[in-house]
Every structure is written in C-alpha cells, then in structure tokens.
C-alpha cells in the first residue's frame, strides 16, 4: 500500500487537495472516483512530488492561533454530539472568516474524508495541533468518548487561555507607564535641558556638580542615541544566541527561579498548568507517563522542563507521582500533598484539578499584588529622575541668585 497526492473536482466544480492509500494509482482513483472525484492530477507521496501538489498559498500557510484552536475545539465538542466528524469539520471549516483557518481545517476535514482517525488526519496539520492534542483526541477514539474528551480539551483551553489573558493585562499598565515614562526622561534630557543649559554659556562661574552630570549625559543621549540603542540591539541579540547553548540557557533559567518575585510566578505558574493538564489526561483516561512526556515538552524553562524530565523517569521506574513532584524541589508543597491525597483515595484528577484551582488563584493574588506596588515604584522612580533634572536646572540659578545677592 502507498500513498497517492491527488489535485481533484468534486461535483460542485471545487478543488480537493490530499493523499489516499492504496495499492496502485488506478485503485487510488477508483477510490476517488466512488467519491465522486474528477482526478485533475496524481502523484506519489514523496518529499520531491508532494510540493508540486501544493499551493504557494498552502506553503505560506500558518498555524491556528491559541484562540482559534479553543473556539474549534468547543465548536467540535458540540457538533459531533448531533452530526457525523466530517460533516462537523467541514461545518466549522466554512464559517471562518479567515483563509488560512478554512484551508487547515479542510485539510483535516480532506484526511478524515479520506478515512483517516481525526488524530491521524490532524497529523498533517501538526504546527496547529500540539502532541498533547493529538493525544487526548486519539484516547477520546479509541474509547469512544470522543465528544467528552473534546469537551474537557475546551475547557482546559479556555482556562490555560483565561490565564494567559490575566497575565498580560496585568502586565499592559505597568509596561505601557514603563514606556512612557522612559520616553519623558528621554526627551526632557535630548530636547529640553539642552536648551536651559544654554543660558548658562556665559556665566563664567562653575556649575555644580550635578548639574555638569546632567549636561553630560544629556549630550552623550543627543549626540549618541543612535549608539545607544544599536548597543542595546547588540547585547539583545548576542543574549539571544548565547543562550541557544542549551547548558548556558539552563543555568540561566535556574537563576531566574531563585529570583525573589519572578522565581515563585514562573514556579506556581508551571505548577498550575502542569496540574491542570494532568488532571485532565487523568480525567480522560489517559497513561500518566504518557501525559507527564508531552506536557514536559511544552515547558520553556530549562530548569523546570529538567525537573519535569525527572518526574516522569521516576515514575517510569516504580515511583508515585507525589514523590517524584517532592524529589524535584520546585513545586508548591500543597501540589505535593494533594497529589498524595489523590493517589490515595484513588482521585487523583480531581485534586489535581483542586491543585490548579488553588495555584491559579494564589497566582491571580500574587500577581495583583505584585503590580499594585510596581505601579507606584515606577511612579516614584520617574518622579525621583524628574525632580533630579529639575533640581539641576534650578542650582545654578540659586548660585546665580546668591552671588547677585552677595554683590
């Protein structure tokens, strides 16, 4: 058996795209032909024929976007439960606005039409359908619970999408000031103080201390910008590909953990979303190795991503789970225990949902916390740099003042 790229015509004069399985080229268009497929064009698939196949809108096609991946996935967890997989695919294909979404999804739809199990056919579409997808969905087939499977893979979307959503609007207020308040400084030091210095030219007196600090560096920003930012570029590229080796970019990644705010976000942060992911895996019947591998894989942080490595070696040889997150030293001792808890009453996907629910919300409270006083800091520091600029301007017109007074 081998597989065969066709370019065909169905009856509504519509271009199909896709691959069929069989013994020869005559019996792949046989098959197509009992589907009422016109064969424009077939070819074995091969890495070399396969690209003549494809369009160049096809091979400049990108991936669902994280939204896009939640809103099909409910919208299939509903579909399925009344309609047949194909007719629900090309149902949730069509009503996308956007191009790119409609062409992945009829490819999944092309495959499964095909007669390919739906993980098989989102294969294909691998940059938009992530292993621990593409996991769950073959576990919900093989146990036909595919529809409750859909429906707990939207759910864990939307919560992972709900705290993503959190993080960044927390995060908008306190960059956007950041920004602003860096551009004020800027041009108060490139545009302003320049053109107050100016009225001190022909004092003839020394200026004080800070002020000749202030005209400096305001004369190294207006002369020197350029530099500046072509040294910032500089270094951030340089960091970037530094950090490519991965023994660099792991001890880097410990340092930033034991980093008194930003350590214990990113630790509670990975904590809930390795306990959400679990719990459902767990949930949907799914091997625990097997959920602890893919989830490791989503992992940016080396550190993390190392002790999760370990979690699921531990467990490979004998060990329990609650264990093996007590071993590994940087997760939440309630994750710890109600693991344990779950172990033992034999529900362990329901309190390592418990565990998620916990961890999001302590997250939420920290994280708020931890802006409400950033906020300010940056209002004082702005305010701090402000006053000290101002400050330097008004000295040498106190000087001025004081030796006019003194004659």
């Known amino acids: 058996m081998s597989d065969f790229d066709y370019l065909a015509l169905d009856t509504a004069g519509r271009e199909r795209r896709g691959s069929v399985r069989a013994a020869s080229a005559e019996d792949a268009r046989a098959t197509l032909g009992a589907r009422k497929l016109y064969v424009v064009r077939m070819e074995a698939a091969t890495g070399a024929s396969a690209a003549p ?83 769950m969905v073959s576990a919900g087939e093989s146990s036909g619970t595919l529809p409750l499977i859909l429906e707990r893979l939207a759910d864990l979307l939307e919560r992972q999408a709900q705290v993503r959503g959190k993080v960044l609007s927390a995060l908008a207020y306190p960059v956007i000031l950041a920004i602003v308040a860096t551009f004020v400084v800027f041009a108060l030091m490139i545009f302003v103080v320049p053109k107050v210095v100016e009225q001190f030219e022909d004092v003839g007196q020394q200026l004080p201390l800070l002020t000749r600090i202030v005209i400096g560096l305001s004369e190294f920003l207006a002369g020197w910008w350029w530099a500046l930012l072509l040294g910032l570029a500089a270094f951030a590229l340089l960091l970037g590909r530094a950090l490519q080796d991965e023994a660099l970019r792991l001890r880097f990644d410990r340092r930033l953990l034991r980093l008194p705010l930003l350590g214990r976000l990113l630790r509670d942060l990975h904590a809930a979303r390795m ?20 989830t490791t894989q989503t992992v940016h942080n080396r550190a993390l991503r190392e002790a999760s490595g370990d979690i699921t070696e531990a467990i490979r040889i004998g060990g329990s789970l609650s264990a093996a997150l007590k071993r590994a030293g940087v997760f939440p001792p309630l994750l710890v225990y109600l693991a344990a808890s779950g172990e033992a009453s034999g529900k362990l996907d329901v309190m390592l949902a418990r565990a998620a629910d916990y961890l999001e ?28 600029i101002v400050l330097s301007i008004l000295l040498p017109i106190l000087q001025l003042d004081t030796l006019a007074s003194g004659v």
Do not use: C, W
């Open 361 to 388: 919300r302590e997250f939420d409270s920290f994280t708020s916390a931890a802006l409400s006083l950033l906020e300010p800091a940056i209002i004082v520091i702005m305010g701090a740099i402000v006053a000290l």
């Open 275 to 294: 306990a959400r992911t679990l719990s459902t895996m767990v949930g949907s019947r799914l091997p625990l190795l097997e959920g602890l591998r893919l």
């Open 53 to 135: 196949l494809l369009s160049r809108r096809a091979l400049l096609r990108k991936k669902l976007s994280g939204k896009q991946l939640t809103l099909f996935t409910r919208q299939l967890a509903t579909l399925v439960q009344v309609s047949p997989l194909e007719e629900s695919l090309r149902t949730i294909a069509r009503q996308f606005e956007q191009e790119q979404v409609r062409t992945i999804l009829l490819s999944v739809h092309n495959a499964v039409v095909e007669g390919r199990r739906l993980s098989e056919a989102m294969t294909r579409e691998a940059a938009s359908f992530p292993p621990l997808y593409r996991a």
